[in-house]
C-alpha cells in the first residue's frame, strides 16, 4: 500500500466544504456533516476533501470501508456486467432470484461464514438485520412452544388486533451501553445514548450489565473475574426472572459505539453456556466487528466457543448486511414468514464479494493481527509518556481494533483532523481506532507521530 | 417499446429453476421462490426464466421495475464513473456526503418530490422509511409537547432502561387489511395477514377501520359514502380516546398487499382534516403507489387536498426508500437523532435519478393514466363476459393500478402464467395488475387475451 503525505492547507471544514454543506442543507439535513469529500482523488487509506485537504483515514466511514478508497479489484467488480444487471435488473429476491444470486452468495458470503453457520439472510443494514435475527428466535420460541399444532385462530386473529396470544410479550436481552441499531426493535436493545432513544417507544426487555474491565488487564486479574462473574449471573437471573420469556440474549464481541468496551473469552463461553442451559439463542453482533480488524475474520473467533453461537449479523465492512445461523429450525415454519420484496441487494452482494476477494488474496486479516499488534505497543509507549491523557488502553491481541480514553475525546479528535487524521470517537472519551484492512506498518508512523504531537498539546 | 411473445416450453417451474432453487436452498430459504431467472435474456415488459420460458410480466418484481429489464438508460448509469465511485467508495453519507450525492438528490428524487415537500430523509427500504417517519412525528410531538425545555436528566437516564418518561408511550395509527413494513414497528402497524405479524411483539397501537367499498362505485354512492364517513368517525373517536397519544396516522392511497381497497378523494380530504385539527402528523405511504402507475406521479395527487401529507414515504420502482416532508420542524431539535452509518445508498439513489429522467423523457406517467383507461375498459368487457368470476373490479382512473376479485386468484395467477403472463394476487382472493411505466397498448391484448382464456377456464 502506497504510502501518501496527510495534507491539511485550509481552516476546517474548509470554504469549499462548508459552501457544499450550505447548498445540500436546503434539501437535507446537514448538522452531522463533517467535511465533503473527494471520493475521486481518495486512494486506499487516504481521504481527500473538496478543498483539497488529504487524511490518513483510520475511521473508514465509521468502520466500514474494508480495502481501501478507489480498490481496483472493487472498481473492477463494480464495472462488471453483473452489476450492471444487478443494479438495472433489482430482482424481488425471495421470489425471482437468479443464479447470479447464488454464486455472488456461495463465492462471497458463504466462503466467510463462521464456524458452524450454513445458512444466511440478506439484508440491508445491521438494524435489520439484528430485528431479522430476533425475529427468527421468536419465531422459533413459539414453534418449540407450539409443537407439532398449527397456528390457531385465536392466534392469528389476535395478532391482528397486535393483542396476545397472537402478539406475545416475547423480550430479547442486551448489555448495558450496547448498540444494535435504530429500527423500533433493535433500538429497545440499544442502550448506549440517549439521542439514539429518546421520544420513541421501546418494548420492556431486559438490560444486562456489561462487565467494567479495569486495565491494565494484568494487574485487575481476580477483580475483572469477578465482574464478569457478576455479570453473567445478573444474566442468568434476569433469564429466570424476567416477566416475559427470554427469547434471545445479543451481544457485541467489543461494545463499539457504547466505548470500545472488551470482556473475556471466558465471559463469553459462560454467555454461550448459560443460554444453551435455557434455550435462549444467542446472537452475537459483528457489524461492526466482523470482516478482520480483530485480527481474526469474525470476533467471535477469539473465543473457542464449545458451540457456535446462534446467529451472527453483519454488515458495515461486508457493504451489505444479514445473519448466518447454522440450526435450520431457525427457518420458519412456513414460506413467506421472514420475508420482504428485496431481501437484501445483489448489488452490495457483488461489492462483498470482491472485498472477501481482496481480503484473501492479500491475506490481510493476518496483516491486520501483526499491525495491529506493532500499533499497540507505539500506543502503550504514548500511554507511559502522557499519564492521565491516554489511559485504559485496550485491544491488546485484537488486530488494530484499539482504543483509549483520553480526558477530552472531541478536542482530540478535532487536533488529530488538523494534523491529517481521521480519527473517531465513541462511549464518552473514548478513541476508537478503526483502520482499513490496507493499514500496514508504514502507516504507523504516521498515526502515532500526529498522536503524540496532539496529545502531548491536550 | 416492442412486442414479443410470451412462451412458455417447459413445465413450471421447469427443471433448470428446479434445480437452482434446489441448488440455493443448501444456503438460503427457497421456499418463496416461483422461478429462477435470466436477467441477461429479459428485457423490457418481458422476464424470461432460466429454461427460457418468457413471460409478459405484470408483476414487475412485487411492483418494483419501473421501466423495464434492461432498460438503456439505466444501463447507462450504472454504467458510468459516478456509479462506481458510490458503489466502491459507499459514504457514511450523515457525516461525509461528497457532492455528488447533493446532485443525485437535487436532479433525481427532489425534482418529484410531491408538492409542499421541500426535505427528504434517504432510506434502504419502505419499511425502514415507515419507521423513520414515525421516529420524526414522534420526536415532533414530544417537542412540541417539551416546548424550548431541555431534555431533563430524568428523561435521558429513564430512555436507557426503555422507561417512562424518556421512552414514553406513543401511537401510530394504521388501518386495518394495511401493509408497511415489517420491522418491529413498521410491523406493530401492519394488519393485512398473519403470516406477517405472529409470534412478533408488537405496540399497543390503534387500528382503524378502512371504507368497504361496494362495486360498482356509482351504483353504491350513498352506501360508500356513509361507509367513509364511518370510518372517519372512528379515526377521530380513536385520536380521542386511545390511552397514549396518537403521534400520526399512516395510509395508503390503495391498500396494497391487503387487497388494493380504494377510498375516494373525499375520504383523504377528511383524514387530512381531521389529523390537521387534532395535530396528528399525516403520513402517506407511497412505497407501492408512487411513481406513477396510477396515472399521477403520486397517488395521493389524485386527492387535491388542500394542505399537504406531513410525510410521504417512498421505495419500490424508486429502487432506494425514504420519507420526504415540508415542515422543518420534522427535522429532530438536535444532530443525531436520526442517523445511521449509511442514511441511504448514493448507487440506488443513482438508479433512482435515471428512472425519473426515463419517466420523464417518455412522458410514461400520462401513458399510464392513457393505456390504463383502454385496459380498465377491457377488463370491464371481460368481467361482464364472465359474471361471478371477475367480481369488483376495481382502479378506474388510477392508471394500471388496476384489480379485480375472483375465486380462487392462486388458480388463476398458475393458469395465467402456464400462458406466459406473469401476474401477482393480493388481499384475499385479489388479483392486481402491477405493469411498469412502459406497458403501451400494444401488449393490451397479450394480457387480455391470456385473461379471457384462463378465466373461461375457471
Known sequence: MSVLEPVVSTALPGPKSLAAAESLGQVFDTRAVSITCDYDKSEGNY??????????????????????????????????????????????????????????LKDGLMKVAPPGMKYIFTAQSGSEANELAYKAAMMLYQRRKRGSAEWSAEETESCLENAKPGSPELAIMSFANSFHGRGFGSLSTTRSKAVHKLDIPAFNWPKAPFPALKYPLDKHVEENKAEEERCLKAVEELILTWPSPVTAVIVEPIQ????????????????????????????????????????????????????????????????????????????????????????????????????????????????????????????????????????????????????FDTPDAAKLVAAMRKLGIMIGSCGKNTIRLRPMLIFTEKHIPQLIGALDQAVSQL
Open 47 to 104: 481521504l481527500v476533501d473538496v478543498d483539497g485537504n488529504r487524511y490518513l483515514d483510520v475511521y473508514s466511514q465509521i468502520a466500514s470501508i474494508a480495502v481501501g478508497y478507489n480498490n481496483k479489484h472493487l472498481v473492477a467488480a463494480a464495472s462488471s456486467h453483473e452489476m450492471v444487471s444487478a443494479l438495472v435488473n433489482r430482482p424481488a429476491t425471495g421470489n425471482f432470484p437468479s443464479p447470479a444470486w447464488h454464486n455472488a
Open 256 to 403: 463499539s459505539e457504547g466505548g470500545d468496551n472488551h470482556a473475556s473469552a471466558a465471559f463469553f463461553q459462560g454467555l454461550r453456556d448459560v443460554t444453551k442451559k435455557h434455550g435462549v439463542a444467542m446472537i452475537v453482533d459483528e457489524v461492526q466487528t466482523g470482516f478482520g480488524s480483530t485480527g481474526k475474520f469474525w470476533a467471535h473467533e477469539h473465543w473457542n466457543l464449545t458451540s457456535p453461537p446462534d446467529l451472527v449479523t453483519f454488515s458495515k465492512k461486508a457493504q451489505t448486511a444479514g445473519y448466518y445461523f447454522g440450526d435450520e429450525l431457525l427457518i420458519p415454519d412456513k414460506a413467506y414468514r421472514q420475508f420482504n420484496t428485496w431481501i437484501g441487494d445483489l448489488a452490495r452482494v457483488l461489492v462483498s464479494k470482491a472485498i472477501i476477494e481482496e481480503i484473501q488474496a492479500g491475506d490481510l486479516v493476518a496483516q491486520t493481527a501483526r499491525v495491529g499488534e506493532l500499533l499497540y505497543a507505539e500506543i502503550e509507549k504514548l500511554a507511559a509518556k502522557y499519564p492521565g491523557k491516554l489511559t485504559n488502553l485496550r485491544g491488546k491481541g485484537m488486530g488494530t481494533y484499539i482504543a
